[in-house]
């Protein structure tokens, strides 16, 4: 493809709470057998796009052992690749990212060396399937300076938490907030953005010496008049997981069928790293209803409308309903567990009783089992 991707993986959520304290957002597990990043990942290779970057930077030990090979989403055979940036001291430079243009702006020798006239710029914290090719065709077609994808999201959905558009009948983006306290219209930018490569590299570079650090406010607001900044409207499934209840209920959604259909069944495939484990097991008396079980898990108790990933041992007489259990976690006989989200490598101790009652509950047991 004519593009180079660019994936802005280096944020941390504090929204997301507990669920962040040891990986970065784009780590985080999603339906039993992925990390967020893969959707990202896929949509790159699946599009023929074979060179890609990574920004990373707040707890990003998890996310590189993901990516320590290109392997698994088959990226550069010959040419092209996976590269995975963090943050580097040099002798002009002792900042960490100050913001995603500054992340852009100190890896932007990457940019200068690559040959490819666009650049397909997206996060790592979006579930969804996206051919970038026809953004691209879209973009061409528009001779537009920008293209920013862009969802309507229903009238019960809360616009607040997303940078919000207003577009005229040709698409030309017109109006442009950044998380508003009040949204005025609830098509969203979805954070993947496609322009020529020499084009964004002028940009940041005037970013940089005004000292502006923020993609979104400083280039795609900044320039809305002075740019031509188009939007492409996708209807299928996006979701972004960056709060625990977006976190909850994107995983939920893949208990139903027709969003199960779309990720695990129609081409093209989302790819993530293998891990070798045997499948579940369900030990007399396991009752399961309506759940997603990850490979490794060893079942004994019930469990309802449920996201249970891998390597999970659930105890005799356990109940689980309306959760999402992480990888590798214990939950000892006699536990109930409603409305949560449990940790990864926690221990649920016997007899012991979770419940979210005012929301998403996210459940961390400060335990021994991991001592060193």
């Known amino acids: 493809m004519r593009a180079v991707g660019i994936i802005l993986a280096g944020g941390n959520s504090r929204k ?51 990516l320590n090979s290109s392997k698994w989403w088959n990226f550069g055979r010959k040419q092209g690749g ?8 040099t002798s002009d430079n002792g900042y960490w990212y100050r913001g995603t243009a500054d992340a852009i702006y100190q890896n932007l020798d990457f940019l200068k060396k690559c040959h490819e006239p666009y650049v397909v710029i997206t996060s790592g914290d979006a579930v969804y399937k996206l051919d970038y090719n026809k953004v691209l065709e879209y973009h061409i077609a528009k001779k537009a300076d920008i293209t920013v994808v862009v969802k309507e999201l229903s009238e019960n959905e809360d616009a607040t938490r997303y940078g919000t558009v207003r577009m005229n009948e040709s698409a030309r983006i017109e109006e442009f907030e950044e998380k508003p306290m009040i949204a005025h219209s609830q098509t969203v930018s979805t954070g993947i953005y496609v322009m020529r490569r020499r084009q964004l590299i002028d940009l940041i570079e005037r970013c940089a010496e005004e000292e502006r650090h923020d993609f979104v406010n400083d280039i795609l607001i900044r320039y809305k008049n002075l740019k031509k900044i188009y939007g492409y409207k996708i209807s299928n499934y996006w979701s972004n997981i960056s709060t625990v209840d977006a976190y909850y209920k994107t995983n939920m959604d893949f208990l139903k069928p027709e969003v199960r259909d779309y990720f695990f069944k129609q081409l093209p495939e989302i790819y993530s790293k293998v891990s ?35 390597k999970v041992y659930v105890g005799n007489n356990c109940v689980i309903k309306n959760s999402i259990i992480l990888n590798d976690v214990y939950l000892g006989d006699n536990t109930y567990i409603e409305n949560c989200i449990v940790e990864s490598r926690d ?26």
């Open 347 to 372: 221990t649920i101790r016997a007899n012991t009783r979770h419940i979210g009652e005012n929301g998403v509950k996210v459940v961390v047991e400060k335990n021994e089992r991991y001592a060193l």
């Open 276 to 310: 070798d484990l045997p499948p579940a097991k369900y030990n007399p008396g396991a009752v399961v209803k309506n759940s997603l079980v990850g490979s490794g898990s060893i079942i004994n108790g019930t469990i309802e409308n449920s996201v249970i990933f891998k």
């Open 16 to 66: 997301m709470q507990e669920l962040t304290e040891k990986r970065a957002v784009a780590a985080m597990p999603i339906a039993t057998s992925y990390r967020a990043i893969d959707f990202a990942l896929s949509n790159m290779t699946n599009s023929k796009i074979q060179k890609v970057a990574v920004l990373t930077q707040y707890n990003a030990r998890s996310l590189n052992e993901h």
């Open 82 to 89: 996976l590269y995975v940036f963090t943050p580097t001291i």
